[in-house]
């Protein structure tokens, strides 16, 4: 005897959802705080971007016979301490940052979450050797690491790049493996073994367009430590070299405006907060697990 | 029967669920009925059906954005849903009580069952910590666990799934609650716990004198404690009565059908013969197997031991046995997730190679693997023609018009919509998910798939429709399955051999007809003696499984491995020596110690019990 009654499984056919209206639905589903995330991480990639073109005055040109100076018609945000135009050196800085921060998170990322693919499906081995390397990368304090690179080599930008996605590669590693082991485990990708495919297939097709939105949140995370880091090393007279400078070094070489609460150092200073934390905000704003498991370095 | 002697009462309940566009739909509409004091009444339907949204609403809780949108809930003189959260929640200690499907997930782990029991009547000032401990031990006592005085001092990961689900009624009956709420309190456990933990909940709410609502799929089940049954159907009433009535009169159309889907019948199929000359499809030869690192051919976590079993090309093989019992690792050596520690694996006369790296293309195409749980077995982020393209291009080389073609072809085999092609998984029904995942094997083009428990996470409905389609595909397709499940019903129902696993040995083995009857393995006439009918008074009839004497000594790996459950073992034999492998007149092969004559003796009186 079989049943007779209609399956419960009633079509449940929705409209196809065009690309516009996905970015619109996503944007509503999103709170407050993370519209302010993004609006602020959307600024700053068109300033970092366009930043040289928007400035009004050359970089390294004495503008100003005042030090100092507070807010004017000319120069929107005063000058600095050796009369400089603030707003284009920060127009610039925010090209330093950005740009050499973005492109270190994006290396760190990457390298992490390519390696923790290839730890994954390759044999047993592969997996030992790589996160033992990870874990000796990860217990050199970052700090000292590029110091002693910088002392070594003299400071470039290539070099600032590579030190901050190196130092950043082993917590990108740890995390995209974790996430990698577990879903190695998943019947589909069991499945996808059984079926004979290869390493190559089951990382890029199984794997990894699960894993894609926790890492993408991994990444925002790791590219506010960059910034932190950038700027901290110019801070320190290691990072970007004068005449140029990025906002870390802004806020070095006006430090002796501190006293009076000089624009030229509240500035840079407020930028590099509002960068990090419109980030932030965006990732604590992100759907799903992302943000669960990112955190530690 | 009049208003005033229905402890509960349910009148016009509806319950709303928010949907797309800021609109709510209905998930309970209209819902009515009573329960008289003291009485069980339980409600029966598929998932989706609203049992537990309702179970919930008694309580006067809604979930996660569902609403109490209308309708009225008494219970004793209360009007329920009109009660602020602090009178809600002292009637919900005091004198309603739930208990949930999954026990395991309700206790801490890192605090003793006793601490857990009493904390609610004592934090409430109810009773004294020494009283509300005495009372604990007398409910489980009553609720048959073992060792009652001591058992409160165990934590979670030192008890079995059906102890903690006695254990959280003990919790939820240690108020005296004048109404029991259980939702589904034995879907989780395997058979031969299910009919301990039904008979102690049963006899216990009976002493208490409480109002029962006992929520549930499984009519069998109901059919054991239900005074009343309410059947829903997509929020709705189809049926409501008293127990006798409404299994062995039913009224309802959709009653019936889930009458048909919960015990599938044994469909007249003959037993095609084995050609003698032709290997066998695929055989299976001392395997033993496990995880983690193999020494002196034992791996460190054992799971199965010294199992050997075939199957012919056309035939269906069903494996059964309770949880943990090593069915799906089982599964995973034959498809070469697993290296097996000893032993081999055969596929079409060819030994096949341990791991997955040895074995052919031609292989992999011909054995084919479908897991239990859909939701997991495929993958979120392509979309249906995705993932049944993938094995037509990776076996079959095709692109194009023709994988559109084909992956058109293969919804229609397993009955779908050709619309579906476009969707994610995330979009389908549990049912079309589990056709979806049918249908990647069958894009191989396999001579063997295993399937590992198919239709567990399915409603009875549903997974009897899965069932036949297995059927059919078998049919048209000439294929052979490997059928792993957890109940023998199923497997009775669509397999030609069966074999019964204990704890990783295969404690029996043969056609399906030799397990209609006495004698059978003592494991497997527990087994079938454990699965609930469809009538009421079966549990009383049962008489209690002698449950044997604890072992005194500790069991050596040898011997056999039912040993301590066993209520037909023979002192100085079979805690002594391993048991031989006999075969019996219907060709059961079997691993005990007893002869047929003397199984049968034993079994006398079990008789017809699943005889179709
Ligand atoms: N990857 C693993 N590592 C270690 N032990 C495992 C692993 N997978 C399963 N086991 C153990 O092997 C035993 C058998 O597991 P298996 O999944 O084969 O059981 P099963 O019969 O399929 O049970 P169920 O009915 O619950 O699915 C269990 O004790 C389990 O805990
Ligand atoms: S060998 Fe002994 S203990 Fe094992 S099933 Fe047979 S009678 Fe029971
Ligand atoms: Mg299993």
Known sequence: ?297 | MGAAQDHVQVSGLRITAPAAGGQETPIVNDVDFTIPKGQVLALIGESGSGKTSIALALMGYARGGCRLAGGGVRVGDTEILTLDASQLRTVRGNRIAYVAQSAASAFNPSRTIMDQVVEAAVGRGLISRPAAEAKAMGLFRALALPEPEAIGGRYVHQLSGGQLQRLMAAMALMTDPELVILDEPTTALDVTTQIDVLRAFKRVVRQQGATALYVSHDLAVVAQVADRIVVLQRGRVREAGDASQVLEKPADIYTRTLMAAARPSTQARPHRPAPQQAPPLLEVRGLTAGYGRVEAGVPKIPVLRDVTLSITKGTTLGVIGESGSGKSTLARVIAGLVAPASGQVLFQGQPLAPTLSGRTREQFQRIQLVFQNADTALNPAHTVSRILGRPLAFYHGMDGRARNRRVAELLDLTQLPAGLADRHCGELSGGQKQRVNLARALAADPHLILCDEVTSALDTVVGAAILDLLAELRRELDLSYLFISHDISTVRAICDDIAVLYAGQKVEMGPRNGFGDAPVHPYTDLLIGSVPEMRRGWLEEKEMAATPPPLATAQSANLCRFLPRCAARVEGLCDRLPPPRIVLGGGNELLCHHDGQALQHLQRGRQSAVSP
């Open chain 1, 1 to 297: 005897m079989t049943p007779t009654v209609p399956l419960r499984e009633e079509s449940m056919l929705k409209p196809a959802s065009t690309a516009a209206s996905r970015v619109r639905h996503w944007l509503s589903g999103l709170p407050t705080s993370g519209r302010v995330g993004l609006a602020l991480v959307v600024l700053w990639l068109v300033l970092g971007a366009a930043g040289p073109l928007l400035a009004p005055y050359d970089v390294g040109a004495f503008v100003s016979p005042e030090v100092f100076d507070s807010m004017s018609a000319q120069h929107w945000l005063g000058s600095d301490y050796l009369g400089r135009d603030v707003l284009s050196r920060l127009l610039s800085g925010a090209q330093y940052t950005v740009g050499l921060a973005l492109a270190s998170a994006l290396l760190a990322s990457a390298t992490g979450a390519g390696l923790a693919l290839t730890a994954t499906v390759c044999p047993r081995w592969v997996d030992e050797v790589i996160s033992r390397f990870m874990d000796t990368l990860i217990s050199i304090p970052s700090k000292v690491f590029a110091l002693v690179l910088v002392a070594a080599f003299g400071s470039s930008l290539t070099l600032l790049l590579l030190i901050a996605a190196a130092t950043y590669t082993p917590g990108a590693f740890r995390i995209a493996r974790a996430l990698a082991i577990n879903l190695n485990q998943m019947d589909y990708v069991q499945v996808a073994y059984a079926r004979g495919e290869g390493r190559l297939y089951i990382a890029a097709a199984e794997i990894m367009p699960n894993m894609i939105h926790p890492v993408l949140a991994d990444f925002g995370l790791r590219f506010v430590f960059i910034v932190l880091l950038l700027s901290g090393l110019s801070f320190l007279g290691l990072g970007v070299q004068p005449p140029n400078a990025d906002l870390g070094s802004l806020v070095r070489e006006n430090i002796s405006g501190l006293g009076d609460g000089a624009l030229a150092i509240l500035a840079p200073a407020m930028a590099i907060a509002t960068l990090t934390i419109g980030v932030n905000l965006l990732i604590d704003a992100l759907p799903g697990r992302g943000r669960r498991i990112t955190g530690g370095r």
